[in-house]
């Protein structure tokens, strides 16, 4: 099976040729031009976006490829009641690489075990969300010249913000980075993300002003509505972080703001004029990094890299059952129940929530 699941599919030198593979893209667009021509890129959205779909259809367009897909699932089979596994198997008769965004938590990984080409997750749920994280990372190198020596200020919905929980699974592997999650009780770093930390490599605090002196990036997020069980519970906390001129005051002159977007109110337009504001810049390391992606998972770079997964289930639990109502298991039909067993606890090959 070939794709891009989570940044935990990635060696550290997978990356550090990611980058370089992009830097190298945006010195030599012509080099570049034309090395996709006759390949297909599928985006398979069962969810809205707008910078993710765009900037892959963009980057596939800029590698002189071409792109076919839906942008909701409104508009595909899944309405007739077509399963993830058959619309992968159908799609792969259509195009050389498939990027997928689902609602449910694992669902690109039922996508990447059914199809014959590989299969990007372009966000799964509240999960993970891979191919944003490389853009993160081309952003921080652009800034502050390496990945390491950071301390990194998440605020906003941790919990269920796929971006951060990709961001900090491959930037706890680079040395003395330190991360200081800002979030209300409701919104904090999920449990599964914060036991693979060192209890000396995290802080968590409910106050963004408190943080601000000690952080050289700042990665604010939306609270993402959409995931919300109990409506009521997300008009309390929507509006919990606005980060204002006020705010940025108490911020280092070198700090870089970033946030995956779409903002709402979390930060103030006036910040845009700040010189320490990121994200759109960010929005368009994104396309490069996708442009390095889909031509390594082609095998169109020069460097030829593997990027074969194999699933570490454990198969004699395969019999237990994830109870997470977000998992791809709880609608997909026939689904084989993958389980890994961690040196913590055994955990959904899917979702990775942990199965008491
Ligand atoms: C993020 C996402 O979809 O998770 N957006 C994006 O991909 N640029 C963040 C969000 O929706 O809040």
Avoid at 19 to 37: F, V
Avoid at 194 to 207: G, H, I, M, Q, V
Avoid at 234 to 246: I, P, S
Avoid at 290 to 317: C, N, P, V, W, Y
Wanted: charged letters at 30%.
């Amino acid at each position: 099976m070939k794709g891009l699941m989570d940044t935990s599919n990635l060696t550290l030198e997978q990356i550090s040729n990611m980058l370089e593979l992009a830097q190298d893209i945006m010195d030599n667009k012509e080099k570049y031009s034309d090395r996709c021509k006759g390949k297909k890129l599928a985006t398979l959205f069962f969810e809205p976006s707008t910078r993710t779909r765009l900037s892959f259809e963009a980057a596939m367009l800029e590698l002189g490829g071409s792109v076919l897909g839906f942008s909701e699932a409104s508009s595909s089979s899944s309405t007739k009641g077509e399963s993830v596994h058959d619309t992968a198997c159908v799609v792969s008769n259509y195009a050389d690489i498939i990027a997928m965004r689902h609602p449910q938590e694992g669902a690109p990984m039922v996508a990447m075990q059914a199809a014959s080409v590989p299969v990007i997750n372009a966000g799964d749920g509240g999960h993970k969300h891979p191919t944003q994280t490389l853009g993160d990372l081309l952003t921080i190198y652009q800034k502050f010249g390496r990945l390491d020596n950071l301390t990194i200020g998440l605020c906003g919905d941790l919990k269920y913000g796929r971006t951060v929980h990709s961001l900090v699974e491959i930037m706890k592997r680079y040395e003395n980075i330190k991360f200081v999650f800002i979030a209300p009780s409701e919104l904090e770093m999920p449990n599964y993300i914060k036991k693979n930390l060192s209890k000396d490599s995290y802080r968590e605090t409910k106050s963004l002003e408190e943080a601000l002196p000690e952080l050289d990036v700042l990665y604010m997020t939306r609270v993402q509505r959409e995931r919300f069980d109990d409506i009521e519970e997300y008009e309390r906390v929507k509006d919990v972080y606005v980060l204002d001129v006020e705010k940025m005051q108490y911020a280092p002159s070198h700090m870089c703001i970033m946030h995956p977007l779409p903002r709402v109110n979390e930060i103030a337009k006036a910040v845009d004029k700040d010189e320490r504001a990121c994200y759109f810049e960010q929005a368009l390391y994104g396309k490069y990094m996708r442009m390095a992606l889909i031509l390594q998972l082609l095998g169109l770079d020069d460097a030829h890299t593997d990027f074969e997964i194999s699933l570490d289930a454990d198969k004699e639990m395969n019999e237990r059952v994830c109870k997470n109502p977000k998992c791809i298991t709880k609608t997909e039909r026939d689904i084989e129940h993958l389980v890994k067993n961690s040196e913590f606890e055994a955990a959904c090959c899917y979702c990775e929530k942990e199965i008491g």
